[in-house]
């Protein structure tokens, strides 16, 4: 056990999956998973470890923000030996060609700051996912059809954002999407040795203004469910 984790030695599997929301790892799981097992409760954040396709799977909520996200990483590789964590979540798309519901696989992930800037100190690290997991996830979501973005992302610090200029830079530099944690993913990933990737349902658009309602939500994110299980058993 660890101070933010309740599971048991054994419990999590290698593999991780981190969505944001808790009650969307538990909506995974009991989707996509055969016999979930709730394995973490603690401060509400849901874990459950079941098997796809005969491999086991452990789908963790990590929370909103580079900061939760960076806990729940950490402890998961440190403690509980996990080796792949990929995160599922949902982005705002920052160009035209982006389209709400379409899939974005981060390449890299630009950020201001993150928990693992003073690791660096004056250093601009450029964190960047496994590319044998973010080859997968493209071949699958190919496979599926699926319309799909690969290339920078941005991480931001904040959700109410009052940059509109740094976003117009941002767009110019072609960053496909903003979400909230995978910068600090990939970078504590980096750090402890593990493999991570940050696949992306594009749930609003800065541009537009267009949004997915709460309802189409899960049933658009189901998509990227299936690629991240895709990427990390092919």
Not at 28 to 37: G, H, I, K, Q, S
Not at 115 to 142: H, I, N, T, W
Not at 205 to 223: K, M, N, Q, V, Y
Request: proline share 5%.
């Amino acid at each position: 056990m660890t101070p933010h984790i309740g599971a048991k030695p054994g419990d999590i599997a290698e593999t991780v999956l981190m969505p944001g929301d808790p009650r969307r790892a538990r909506w995974a799981a009991e989707t996509f998973l055969t016999d979930p097992v709730c394995v973490n409760e603690v401060r509400g954040m849901l874990g459950f470890t079941g098997t796809w396709k005969g491999h086991r799977v452990t789908i963790h909520g990590s929370g909103m923000g580079m900061p939760s996200l960076s806990i729940y990483a950490n402890e998961l590789i440190r403690e509980y030996g996990a080796k792949t964590l990929i995160r599922i979540g949902s982005a705002g798309a920052m160009l035209d060609r982006v389209k709400v519901r379409d899939i974005v696989i981060a390449m890299t992930a630009s950020t201001m700051s993150t928990p693992s800037r003073g690791f660096f100190r004056e250093m601009q690290f450029a964190p960047c996912a496994d590319y044998g997991l973010l080859e997968k996830a493209v071949a699958a979501a190919r496979a599926n059809g699926t319309p799909t973005h690969v290339g920078g992302i941005y991480s931001a610090d904040v959700f109410y954002d009052e940059r509109p200029d740094l976003n117009e830079v941002l767009a110019r530099h072609g960053t496909l999407c903003v979400e909230m944690e995978a910068a600090e993913l990939y970078t504590v990933a980096a750090r402890l040795g593990a493999r991570a990737l940050a696949i992306l349902t594009i749930s609003d658009h800065l541009i537009t203004h267009e949004a997915l309602p709460a309802e189409d939500r899960e049933r658009s994110f189901g998509t990227m469910v299936e690629i991240a299980l895709q990427a990390a058993f092919s």
